[in-house]
Nanobody
Framework: VQLQASGGGLVQAGGSLRLSCTTS????????MGWFRQAPGKEREFVSA????????DYADSVKGRFTISRDNAKNTVYLQMGNLKPEDTAIYYC???????????????????WGQGTLVTVSS
């Protein structure tokens, strides 16, 4: 399966962006989907994850209440709606997929086998 992330850009602090991640290839399988980010000079970190059904969601404490993850399986797309953006949200955002139809979610990137190319989000102060 291939993942394509899009929607990044430059936004002022307090603004909003919506990232999208579209999957292609073996889309008939069920995937847990996650978003991770990597800021310059820092390690990649977990942002959010969603189960295949969409009923289970998880967020890093740093984005809880500001970001919302969702998915449209008919469109093979996962979204990350980001609000009240802060300069510290500046990073390359990656979407990732794990073959799983279960509700259990994963924060560790090692559990995700499929990765998109990343989309850059820059938040100016």
């Amino acid at each position: 399966v291939q993942l394509q992330a899009s929607g990044g850009g430059l936004v002022q602090a307090g603004g909003s962006l919506r990232l999208s991640c579209t999957t292609s290839g073996r889309t008939d399988n069920r995937y847990v989907m996650g978003w991770f980010r990597q800021a310059p000079g820092k390690e990649r970190e977990f942002v959010s994850a969603i189960s295949w059904s969409g009923s289970n969601k998880d967020y890093a404490d740093s984005v809880k209440g500001r970001f919302t993850i969702s998915r449209d399986n008919a469109k093979n797309t996962v979204y990350l709606q980001m609000g009240n953006l802060k300069p510290e949200d500046t990073a390359i955002y990656y979407c990732a997929g794990r073959l799983s139809g279960a509700a259990w979610l994963y924060r560790d990137s090692k559990y995700y086998a499929y990765w998109g190319q990343g989309t850059l989000v820059t938040v100016s102060s």
